[in-house]
Nanobody, 130 residues
Framework: QVQLVESGGGSVQAGGSLRLSCVVSGYRNSRYCMAWFRQGPGKEREGVAAIDEYENTRHADSIKGRFTISISKDNAEKTLYLQMNYLQPEDTAMYYC??????????????????????WGQGTQVTVSS
């Protein structure tokens, strides 16, 4: 059974940094997209960044240059990271990690619809004050 567990959220002032982590266990497919999404108050869930098994990355324009997705892998688990720098109040949201099997020949997108992803974590809250 696939499980995704996020951590690392918190409250910071504008200009600060946070590093989110997502431990992914039970994921057996060697070809995948893993991603970070966020959902702010009163907003739809939106894609932030994505990474594939070759560690090719995609970042949404809204966070490009400030956020970086990465992944570490061992035999049993993968850990997905989102390094967030120069945080702004508009980055306040619940942040979720997600995973899906990557179809052959298809690239991961930073802005896929949430419905594209099959497995989700429970979310971690990020609050940025001005």
């Amino acid at each position: 059974q696939v499980q995704l567990v996020e951590s690392g959220g918190g409250s910071v002032q504008a200009g600060g940094s946070l590093r989110l982590s997502c431990v992914v266990s039970g994921y057996r497919n060697s070809r995948y997209c893993m991603a970070w999404f966020r959902q702010g108050p009163g907003k739809e869930r939106e894609g932030v960044a994505a990474i594939d098994e070759y560690e090719n990355t995609r970042h949404a324009d809204s966070i490009k240059g400030r956020f970086t997705i990465s992944i570490s892998k061992d035999n049993a688990e993968k850990t997905l990271y989102l390094q967030m720098n120069y945080l702004q109040p508009e980055d306040t949201a619940m942040y979720y990690c997600a995973a899906v099997d990557r179809p052959w020949g298809e690239a991961c997108s930073a802005v896929s619809a949430p419905g594209y992803y099959a497995a989700w974590g429970q979310g971690t809250q990020v609050t940025v004050s001005s």
